[in-house]
């Protein structure tokens, strides 16, 4: 019997490659500023502090977690490029808006809040995309797609970091156009290239994109999505109830996954910039680098679980996924008795090198010398009191610490996305995955704003401590509902596992 003709199954995949851009635009939306959102805050609004900037990361979250649910409502009962289109046009005009975030003469990191809580907002059409995936293909596709969604999500998040750390080149002064007020930098090109992308990916919506769904067999079905009448029989395996213990389960283990690596990627740069001495434009470029490299290592990941699922399952490379995300943070557990140089205030050289012997020997108010203030001043800054105590994250801690997370991520984000949608089975998923992705976004809220404020008054020792507390129990629940994850087909005898 003939599943689907050649024609279906060319435009099913077309369509489902615009959503793999989608998804890819969507993270370079996040990414791409992630590195110089700070050091921007500082530079048009001095006002702003280390806890501000936790709340400018979690806005976009927080746009996108109101979002999600709302265009995957939509998206269950109306065509998806109507979401999807809206969603992506509002993300063009959110990434403009923070292009203008510099021209107001006073509150504007409150623009720039504004500005990324819209770009989130953008970004809620994630669970439209996950949801075209998950109903337009088979169960023996579902993993592979999913896992493509992800490596391209994983693309554009390395892709991100990669173009802001090449319109560092620009500079911080960059190039004024008076005529309309914009200045081209190496703040606000990114943002405008990403609008660029963004009208390119309506045109491929509007051009390419058609509404497909089928069965878990592979079979074409009927769907409230088609904007017309198509040949397909009617869904009868959609007969029974999802499994809402493995559906909250899920949840709550996606939100770990995302709020750790929230944690991770929004402590990057001022972590680096108090551990290593590193200036605002230093912490931007290699930041960008190695979270480049770790991106690539990324896709890497995706490509080699496609096919490791095959032979052990997804159950089992989420638990795997898991304990690397433990290690990674474990590593990064401050050890030894080197101190951080400290940000001396009012002093020309602001780094001076200290370990914990000297630190007795000299306290640091004898250490000041006289003021220079066009230096920038490096360092720990000693509003932090930790500063004076705890010892430094030496970087080979950091970059090994990166190589595992960047191992462990993937790895869950792949394996919790295709569980997901494999107990939602044939039932729309709009809504579920809108969920789904609501939960992460969450995560992406409390992430930075934990982190922010845990490692601004105690230190990484608390920070990094609380997060492997956290990833400990994330393994106990996944032990407790192991034997529930499994796909909605098979817990109905109508396929074999």
Known sequence: DVVETQEHYKSRWRSIWVMYLTMFLSSVGFSIVIMSVWPYLQKIDPTADASFLGWIIAS????????????????????????????????????????????????????????????????????????????????????????????????????????????????????????????????????????????????????????????????????????????????????????????????????????????????????????????????????????????????????????LSKKTGERAILHGGLLIVLVGFFILLP?????????????????????????????FWSLQLPSNHTVEPVGCPVTQSWCLKTPMIYLAQYISSNVLIGLGYPVCNVMSYTLYSKILGPKPQGVYMGWLTASGSGARILGPVFVSQIYTHLGPRWAFSLICGVVVVSLLLLEIVYKRLIAFSVRYGRMQE
Not at 338 to 351: A, D, G, H, V
Request: hydrophobic share 45%; aromatic share 12%; glycine share 6%.
């Open 60 to 307: 976009y979250s927080i746009g996108q977690m109101v979002a999600s649910p709302l265009f995957g409502l939509w998206s269950n009962y109306r065509p998806r490029r109507e979401p999807l289109v809206v969603s992506t046009a509002i993300s063009v005009a959110a990434n403009c808006l923070y292009a203008y975030v510099h021209v107001p003469h006073s509150h504007n990191k409150y623009y720039m809040l504004t500005a990324r809580a819209l770009v989130g907002f953008g970004a809620g059409n994630v669970a439209v995309v996950r949801s075209y995936i998950a109903g337009a293909t088979s169960l023996t596709e579902r993993t592979s797609a999913m896992a493509n969604t992800s490596a391209c999500q994983a693309v554009g998040f390395i892709l991100g970091p990669v173009f802001q750390t090449c319109f560092t080149l620009i500079g911080e002064e960059g190039i004024t156009w008076k005529l309309v007020q914009l200045q081209l930098n190496m703040y606000t090109a990114p943002v405008l290239f990403g609008a660029l992308l963004g009208v390119i990916n309506i045109i491929l919506i509007f051009a390419i994109f058609r509404e497909h769904r089928v069965d878990d067999t592979g079979r074409q079905c009927k769907s409230i999505n088609f904007e017309e009448e198509e040949s397909g029989v009617p869904d009868q395996d959609a007969e029974g109830t999802i499994d809402h213990v493995a559906v909250v389960a899920l949840n709550l283990l996606f939100f770990v996954i995302l709020f750790v690596f929230a944690v991770f990627e929004t402590i990057s740069t001022p972590l680096t910039m108090d551990m290593y001495s590193w200036t605002r434009k230093e912490a931007v470029f290699y930041n960008g680098i190695i979270l480049s490299v770790v991106g690539i290592e990324s896709v890497v990941v995706f490509m080699v679980v496609k096919t």
């Open 335 to 363: 050890w030894g008795k080197k101190l951080p140089n400290i940000q001396w205030q009012e002093i020309k050289n602001n780094s001076i090198p200290r370990t914990a012997s000297t630190e007795m020997l000299m306290p």
